[in-house]
């Protein structure tokens, strides 16, 4: 319990202590661009609504969980593949490393020309930018498995399917999750860029209509708003996390505990 309770504080305190220090910054402000704390709060349950919440909260996490999740299994299924053969990872190393250099906003207009304006556009969007870190992450992690749990399996006849999935795929487990907290952030990141793109509703199609309408406090609700779901699609990503990988955090902290 006590443990618990200094995580949570632990995880609440850097946010408090930055949202005391914006209260305290901004109060009083009379600057139209930067509004005191206190009023975005004010305005805050006025503009987001559950209307408003169904609207364009909900699309923009819908685009966000379907990019993401085609990214993941593309990323770990191309991953896998290029970690486990060498003559496949010398071939495609080169077009990858020039694929991955490539911004995925800048290909917004490309992929408008094959997907159209819709959310398929924006989904592809998102997928575009989030496979990179999950594919080189479980590329890498494959890599490193070791020879000796290899050699292992194989004398044991674990192979095909079973050994992917119980052997390859457990052991690079940590870089691959290594690799899909990156891809989150940046998904979260591309799915309001790809909402300013010819957009009806969502969260970056919002503020920047609130934007252009110079409602100043109720584009800072949304600024904030993003922030919020940022956090908590961290947190939960963080619970799943420590579930899927309890065998490897459970030996780093025996190995620590081992003189």
Not at 106 to 112: D, E
Not at 151 to 168: D, P
Not at 200 to 227: C, E, H, K, S, Y
């Amino acid at each position: 319990m006590k443990r618990a309770l200094a995580r949570l504080l632990f995880v609440l305190g850097l946010p408090a202590l930055l949202f005391t220090l914006w209260w305290v910054a901004s109060e009083g402000s009379t600057n139209v661009y930067w509004p005191s704390l206190r009023t975005i709060l004010r305005t805050f349950p006025d503009v987001w609504t559950g209307e408003r919440l169904r609207g364009d909260v909900l699309p923009s996490v819908l685009r966000l969980l379907g990019g993401y999740t085609a990214a993941a299994v593309v990323g770990v299924a191309l991953g896998a593949v290029i970690g486990s053969y060498r003559s496949v990872r010398a071939v495609c190393e080169p077009v990858l490393e020039f694929l991955r250099a490539l911004p995925p906003p800048v290909l917004i207009p490309v992929i408008m020309l094959f997907a159209g304006i819709g959310d398929t556009m924006r989904i592809v969007v998102i997928a575009s930018g989030c496979v990179w870190p999950i594919l080189l992450n479980t590329a890498e992690g494959v890599r490193a498995l070791d020879s000796v749990m290899s050699e292992t399996a194989r004398s044991y006849g674990i192979t095909g399917t079973a050994r992917l999935r119980r052997v390859v795929l457990r052991s690079a487990s940590p870089q691959i999750f290594a690799g899909l907290r990156q891809a989150l952030s940046i998904g979260i990141i591309l799915m309001v860029i790809s909402e300013m793109f010819a957009a009806g509703n969502g969260l970056g199609f919002t503020i920047v209509q609130f934007q252009r309408g110079f409602a100043i406090p109720d584009m800072w609700t949304g600024i904030l708003l993003l922030g919020l779901l940022g956090f908590l699609l961290s947190v939960l990503f963080q619970l799943v996390e420590r579930r899927v990988l309890g065998w490897y955090h459970g030996r780093r902290a025996v190995t620590r505990r081992s003189p």
